[in-house]
């Protein structure tokens, strides 16, 4: 796996310069997302937590006995909350973070609400081609749970990468996720450049990091916040723009960026049900059962590999 330092010249040698969405998450920005989780216009979470909710015992019922539940991306792991004490008899709980020391640290309270579970936080990048930090055992019941619509996060062809890896590499049976939903674009744009400034806090902790781990001298204030929708492309995409022409020196290397250049941080793509439905048969899953909230504004999807 690239390290920090090493994606980062990357993308910042480009002409069309990119930063992975991944560093959002040191212990901070994980601690940044969890405000974002809570705000008005960030729709996808409150809307996914009720179709949780709304349906969690049919859930259950498909997920089955004696569960193994894995969540790549876990952050504040609240939503498994939702439904694990509907399961029957699950086995263990494995949410993986990139964040290692946050993932630990918010896992601790739900060990207490859980004695019955077996629950080992992972420090993991998930996008990466690293070796598992746990065993698996094929013969057992594992289910991913992937929420959020992270899978927006990813270009197609990651995506199908990604969903086609979760049966050869964690072995996975099932899989429970979210995706976010095409609608109208004032919607789409305000969930991700809210009015308090939570999200351009977000997106600007990336910089902040390379301050931190990197040495870098980035002055915070000279990138603006921008989160635009690539109509073609169906997705969001978020970008820091350069007020004033500046220079990022990393590890001896010097990166100019102009006034009004932009540097793009992350995607998130949104789908039709007929689209996503392509995409998890491109990848050789069967969606099984879709739940949708009443205003259609997200959704829920079972996925399985049987015929």
């Known amino acids: ?15 069309n310069k990119k930063l992975s969405s991944k560093w959002f998450y040191d212990f901070k920005g994980s601690k940044l997302f969890e405000q974002i989780t809570k705000l008005k216009e960030y729709y996808p979470a409150r809307t996914e937590r009720k179709i949780l909710r709304d349906n969690k015992i049919e859930i259950a019922n498909k997920i089955g006995k004696g569960a193994v539940l894995i969540e790549p991306g876990a952050g504040d792991i609240k939503k498994i909350e939702i439904f694990l004490s509907s399961l029957d008899k699950p086995k263990k709980y494995i949410p993986l973070d990139i964040s290692e020391d946050y993932i630990i640290k918010i896992s601790q309270s739900f060990k207490k609400k859980f004695p019955k579970v077996a629950i080992t936080p992972k420090g993991y990048d998930f996008s ?16 991913i749970f992937f929420p959020g619509s992270t899978i927006g996060n990813f270009e197609k062809k990651d995506a199908v990468k990604f969903l086609k890896m979760l049966k050869m590499k964690f072995k996975a049976k099932k899989i429970i ?36 781990e990197l040495g870098t001298n980035i002055n915070l204030n000279f990138y603006k916040h921008l989160a ?33 250049e932009e540097i793009h941080t992350e995607n998130s793509h949104k789908y039709t049900i007929k689209s996503f439905r392509n ?6 899953w069967k969606v099984k059962k879709t739940w949708v909230d009443d205003k259609k504004l997200f959704s829920v999807h079972f996925l399985d590999l049987s015929l």
């Open 177 to 212: 996720i979210g995706a976010d939903l095409i609608k109208d674009i004032p919607t789409l744009i305000s969930a991700y450049n809210d009015k308090k400034g939570v999200t351009a806090k977000f997106n600007k902790n990336i910089l902040q990091r390379m301050n931190t």
């Open 1 to 15: 796996m690239k390290s920090f330092l090493q994606e980062v010249s990357f993308g910042l040698s480009k002409k």
């Open 279 to 284: 995409l998890a048969n491109e990848a050789g």
């Open 228 to 260: 635009i929708y690539n109509k073609s492309k169906k997705r969001i995409e978020m970008r820091l723009k350069a007020k004033k022409n500046n220079n990022i020196r990393i590890n001896g290397s010097k990166y100019s960026i102009k006034k009004n």
């Open 128 to 143: 990466g081609s690293d070796k598992l930090p746990f065993k698996i055992n094929s013969s057992e019941n594992i289910i």
